[in-house]
């Protein structure tokens, strides 16, 4: 059994993260046991359409998704991605969540390919701001449209700048350590590709096998934070 890569032995880190990290702080996965998408059809609730047709509608339930974040905390498996970013600078964290969790961790460089659930965007104008409050201080823009989550949503291309700055960043590093996704939707699942395309140590921690199993040499089965600390060395 080749032995397991340990962080200090590399210079440049890309976590990839998705919603199993975030399962460890008590926020429903999408797909797994009691996830999202099985309580709630995504073509009523997070896409643009759904969003025009009824936007109070939308609106409720990603005001219960907020409330859910709000009360969440990071977990040890954020932590210790932050400390490696601590100690290694170099390190950036490309993440699916959109709950916030790896920077109150004190994650920075914190890529966020679907968005975030803590900011919102004029549906007219595309201006963003940050709202952290819930309920959300008010779904208007002052120019009087509609606010939306500034979240990828079915439908919605991902941010060019955001998958540009992902793409280089996974490109350069060394080690590529992915957490908790289930690489069913691209582009993000096209990512553990291109890292090991560039040559990175691929690492894949989930405790099921994925679609994109077959672009990693190391595969640990298990929770995030039990396989997380493994890495330490
Ligand atoms: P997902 O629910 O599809 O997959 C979660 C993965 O985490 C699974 O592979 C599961 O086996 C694993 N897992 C469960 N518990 C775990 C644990 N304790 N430790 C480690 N792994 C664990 O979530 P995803 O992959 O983040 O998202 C897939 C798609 O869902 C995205 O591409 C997008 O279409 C949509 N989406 C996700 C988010 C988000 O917040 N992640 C936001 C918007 C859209």
Not at 1 to 10: A, C, E, I, W
Not at 34 to 41: K, N, R, S
Not at 118 to 124: I, L, S, T
Request: proline share 6%.
């Amino acid at each position: 059994m080749t032995s397991l890569p340990r962080f200090r032995d590399f210079r440049s880190i890309v976590f990839f993260t998705g919603a199993g990290l975030s399962a460890e702080s008590g926020i429903p996965t999408y797909r797994g046991r009691g996830g999202v998408w099985h309580a709630y059809d995504f073509r009523e609730y997070a896409c643009q359409r759904a969003f025009e047709r009824d936007p109070d509608k939308v609106w409720t339930f990603h005001e219960r998704r907020r409330e859910v974040a709000a009360a969440a905390a990071p977990n040890e498996g954020h932590r210790i991605i932050a400390a490696v970013q601590a100690a290694m600078p170099a390190t950036a964290i490309v993440t699916q969540n959109i709950d916030g969790l790896h920077q109150c961790a004190g994650g920075a460089r914190v890529i966020e390919l679907h968005g975030s659930l803590w900011r919102v965007r004029c549906d007219r104008e595309g201006k963003r701001r940050e709202d952290w409050t819930v309920p959300l201080a008010s779904r208007r823009c002052p120019c009087g449209a509609a606010y939306r989550p500034d979240i990828v949503w079915f439908g919605d291309p991902l941010g060019v700048e955001t998958f540009g700055e992902a793409s280089r960043a996974i490109t350069a590093c060394d080690l590529f350590v992915s957490v908790g996704t289930s690489g069913l939707v691209t582009p993000a699942a096209d990512l553990p590709l291109l890292a090991a395309r560039g040559g990175a140590v691929c690492v894949e921690i989930d405790p099921e096998e994925t679609p994109v199993s077959g672009w990693y040499r190391h595969h640990l089965r298990g929770p995030a934070l039990e396989m997380l600390p493994l890495l330490r060395g």
